[in-house]
Nanobody, 132 residues
Framework: VQLVESGGGLVQAGGSLRLSCAAS????????IAWFRQAPGKEREGISV????????YYADSVKGRFTISIDSAKKVVFLQMESLKPEDTAGYYC??????????????????????????WGQGTQVTVSS
């Protein structure tokens, strides 16, 4: 399994970007895909997560109302539409997959606080730079 992020780049404040996270050779049906970001010198921040079983999503307060996560389950691609970008959104953005057992309806909010090692797969990241 490989996760490949794309869509990052340089954008002015107030602009938009859409990130993609494509999973290759991915045959699981019950999972969550989360987006994280990390700026130099700062801790990793979980910003959004979506559940494959029902499409439910959750957002950190820092991006709520500006970012939208969506999933194309057939194509195994997750998108993060980012609007009204701010300079403080500048960071490396990473997607990660957590596989679910059982019903696949695990609560979403706690996922963003889980340790790196609790995720089954990570992408290499894509850089987002927002200029003021």
């Amino acid at each position: 399994v490989q996760l490949v992020e794309s869509g990052g780049g340089l954008v002015q404040a107030g602009g938009s970007l859409r990130l993609s996270c494509a999973a290759s050779e991915f045959r699981f049906d019950r999972y969550a895909i989360a987006w994280f970001r990390q700026a130099p010198g700062k801790e990793r921040e979980g910003i959004s997560v979506i559940r494959s079983t029902d499409g439910s999503s959750y957002y950190a307060d820092s991006v709520k109302g500006r970012f939208t996560i969506s999933i194309d389950s057939a194509k195994k691609v997750v998108f993060l539409q980012m609007e009204s970008l701010k300079p403080e959104d500048t960071a490396g953005y990473y997607c990660a997959v957590m596989l679910f057992l059982g019903s696949g309806m695990q609560p979403l909010a706690p996922i963003l606080s889980r340790h790196t090692a609790e995720f089954d797969y990570w992408g290499q990241g894509t850089q987002v730079t927002v200029s003021s």
